[in-house]
C-alpha cells in the first residue's frame, strides 16, 4: 500500500444489510469504493453493539481493497491480536478508550497493522502531537460514536485544518467519519482530508440486487469532495 492524499471513498458496513455482508461488500467494491469500512461497538465505550473478530474474519475475504477497522471498544489492549488475525488493514483505536493510548498504538504495530487514533468531537487534536510517531492514520469524527445518520458536527472542521497542520509530511492519512455527503465532503478536504467514511450517504437507495445507486452515491461524495460539478 503506497501513501497518497488523493480523496479516498470508505463505505462503512454500519449502513449495509447486515444478514448479507459478503455480499454488500462485493458490490459496493465494484461501484467504487476505496477502502472498506469496518465499525466494531460494544455497549461499552458507546452505546450501541455491531460485531466482533470472528466477523471480520468472515468478511476478510470479500475485501479486495483496504480493510478499515474502527474499533468503539474499552478496553483495546486484549482484542489487538484477535482483530489483527481477522485481517485489518487498519485498526483504529479511541483516544479517550483508555489511560494507555500510547502503549496500544506500539500493540497495533506490533501485532502488524497500521495504527490508527480516533478522536471524538469534545477532544481537542492537540493531543495528537506526542503520538505523531506511532500514527498511520487519524480519525476525526463528525459525529458522537456510536450510531449511524446522525448530524455533522461543524466544529470539527477547524480542528481537521489544524491536524493537517500538525502532521505536515508525514504519511498520516486523515480520516472523517461521520454525517459524511456531497455537502459535508467538500468542508473537509479543503480542511485537509483523504479519506472520507461514509454510511447513510454510499448505501443510500441501493441493495445486492440494485448496486447502481451505490455508485452514483460514491461517484457524487468523490466529484464534491475533489471540487468537480456533476
Ligand atoms: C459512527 C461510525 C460511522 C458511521 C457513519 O459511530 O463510526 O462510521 O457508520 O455513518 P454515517 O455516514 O451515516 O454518519
Ligand atoms: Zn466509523
Not at 466494531?40 to 466477523?55: A, E
Not at 485481517?87 to 498504538?105: K, Q
Not at 460514536?145 to 504519511?171: C, E, N, V, W, Y
Request: hydrophobic fraction near 45%; charge should be negative.
Amino acid at each position: 500500500m503506497t501513501f497518497d492524499r488523493s480523496i479516498k471513498i470508505a463505505p462503512s458496513i454500519l449502513a449495509a444489510d447486515f444478514a448479507n455482508f459478503g455480499a454488500e461488500i462485493d458490490a459496493i467494491e465494484a461501484q467504487g469504493a476505496d477502502w472498506i469500512h469496518v465499525d466494531v461497538m460494544d455497549g461499552h465505550f458507546v452505546p450501541n453493539i455491531t460485531f466482533g473478530p470472528p466477523l471480520c474474519k468472515a468478511i476478510r475475504k470479500h475485501i479486495n481493497t483496504v480493510m478499515d477497522v474502527h474499533l468503539m471498544i474499552a478496553p483495546v489492549d486484549p482484542y489487538i491480536d484477535a482483530f489483527a488475525d481477522a485481517g485489518a488493514d487498519f485498526l483504529t483505536a479511541h483516544y479517550e478508550a483508555g489511560p494507555h493510548i500510547h502503549r496500544t498504538l506500539q500493540a497495533i504495530r506490533g501485532a502488524g497493522c497500521k495504527a490508527g487514533l480516533a478522536l471524538n468531537p469534545g477532544t481537542p487534536v492537540d493531543v495528537v502531537a506526542p503520538l505523531l510517531d506511532l500514527l498511520d492514520l487519524v480519525c476525526v469524527m463528525t459525529v458522537n460514536p456510536g450510531f449511524g445518520g446522525q448530524k455533522f458536527i461543524h466544529s470539527q472542521i477547524a480542528q481537521t485544518r489544524r491536524l493537517r497542520a500538525m502532521i505536515g509530511d508525514r504519511p498520516i492519512h486523515i480520516e472523517i467519519d461521520g454525517g459524511i455527503d456531497p455537502a459535508t465532503a467538500p468542508l473537509m478536504a479543503a480542511a485537509g482530508a483523504d479519506v472520507l467514511v461514509a454510511g447513510s450517504a454510499a448505501f443510500r437507495g441501493g441493495s445486492v440486487g440494485n448496486p447502481g445507486p451505490y455508485g452514483d452515491n460514491i461517484r457524487a461524495i468523490r466529484a464534491a469532495a475533489n471540487g468537480v460539478d456533476t
